[in-house]
């Protein structure tokens, strides 16, 4: 074990040449980044999901159904034992031939049997208050993290010079504020890790999962290796976009249709600017070429300018989403559904009744024919999502 420890922290991976980790012990005259304090973010990041649960249920809530927000989720399927059966145990997605015997069994049409289907797929789709919820807390907390970080960031000389991350580099002292901004930082995507799994699922979770993890390394590497003024500005860059979009989700789920129409545009053009712009001549040049100057070569810079890379191109991809539904937005007078929508929409739905094949059957209603099985989840905004 020993052996795979000296191994894995090799000076000559980690840090430039003529550099020990003796060098950046911390001292009482100077506070260093020290690889144990990264241990701090799991207990953190348990307490910020136990924070969130609270401001879920006992601020967002209330503030949802304020907001007449609404609480019920999408419709259900009228109860079929035989239908439920083949959607638990065989299949959701029945295919044309099993439509067909369903048909023959049940006495209904395979449109009717269809629609069921995608009523009951519907059914385990979270409520618009959830969704609301989760939006608020991101909202919440993305605003605090993001205001804290322009306050900090506004006192140092490398928010207006980027040379000045390196200067003196690596014995520049860890200050108190950027020790708690950056743990603070690292536990939320902690965080975000472990519940991505139990949080809604959306048709990007693999490119979201993948952000998650490059965001960990990335903040991890970046302080074990004293990187962390360069590793503000990225924090406090993507923090800002994530506020102007949850707010435009949180618009869309109280049908705010204009607001939440403007929110998502003004979410577009700032990310646009800043993930394809800012960032790369800002941060990337910056790594790439200024700290290269500065200290020459060291595997550990490679590494770090890799996974820098690794998000620029999650923010291409992103980009690509966010501008085809701008283009849908500006070619249609509004935004449509989100491309991500985790409801399945179709005009059958409105008709909640399975139909007998036989014309003179009839079927008891209990007088929901007439609901939208989208229960008003695409009415309006898209809110193309990214973190």
Not at 17 to 31: G, K
Not at 42 to 50: Q, S
Not at 128 to 138: I, P, Y
Request: net charge positive; with cysteine.
């Amino acid at each position: 074990m020993a052996g795979i420890l000296a191994w894995f922290w090799n000076e000559r991976f980690w840090l430039p040449h003529n550099v020990t980790w003796a060098d950046l012990q911390s001292t009482e005259e100077a506070a260093f980044p020290q690889a144990e304090d990264l241990y701090l973010a799991f207990p953190l990041a348990f307490c910020i999901f136990m924070i969130r649960m609270l401001f879920e249920r006992f601020i967002a809530k209330p503030c949802a159904l304020g907001l007449k927000v609404q609480a019920n989720g999408p419709q259900k399927a009228q109860p079929n034992a035989i239908l439920e059966k083949v959607f638990t145990a065989i299949t959701k997605h029945p295919d044309e031939k099993r439509l067909e015997g369903l048909s023959k069994q049940l006495d209904w049409d395979v449109r009717s049997i269809q629609r069921w289907f995608r009523q009951r797929r519907n059914q385990e789709k979270p409520s618009t208050l959830r969704k609301f919820c989760e939006s608020m807390w991101k909202f919440t907390f993305y605003l605090y993290v993001f205001t804290y970080g322009v306050r900090f960031l506004k006192k140092t000389p490398w928010l207006w010079n980027t040379r000045q991350c390196w200067n003196g580099y690596p014995y520049q002292p860890l200050m108190p504020d950027l020790h708690y901004y950056y743990l603070v930082e690292l536990s939320f995507y902690w965080s975000l890790m472990f519940s991505q799994f139990i949080d809604i699922k959306r048709k990007d979770f693999g490119i979201m999962c993948t952000h998650h993890i490059v965001a960990v390394t990335l903040i991890s590497f970046s302080y074990v290796t004293n990187m962390i003024r360069v590793g503000t500005l990225t924090l406090c860059l993507h923090d800002g976009a994530d506020i102007i979009l949850e707010a435009a989700k949180m618009a869309n789920y109280c049908k705010c249709q204009k607001l939440s129409d403007l929110l998502f545009l003004t979410f577009a053009t700032f990310f646009i600017v800043t993930r394809l712009g800012i960032f790369p001549l800002w941060i990337l040049n910056s790594t790439l070429f200024e700290l290269y100057e500065a200290l020459g070569n060291f595997p550990a810079l490679w590494v770090f300018n890799v996974l820098l890379v690794i998000l620029q191109i999650l923010h291409c991809l992103w980009s690509y989403l966010i501008l085809k539904t701008a283009y849908k937005a500006l070619s249609k007078g509004k935004v449509t559904k989100d491309a991500r929508s985790d409801i399945e929409s179709s005009s059958d739905e409105e008709e909640t009744v399975p139909r007998s094949k036989t014309p003179h059957s009839t079927v008891t209603t209990n007088g929901t024919g007439g609901a939208n099985g989208t229960n008003g989840y695409l009415t309006g905004g898209t809110c193309s999502e990214e973190h």
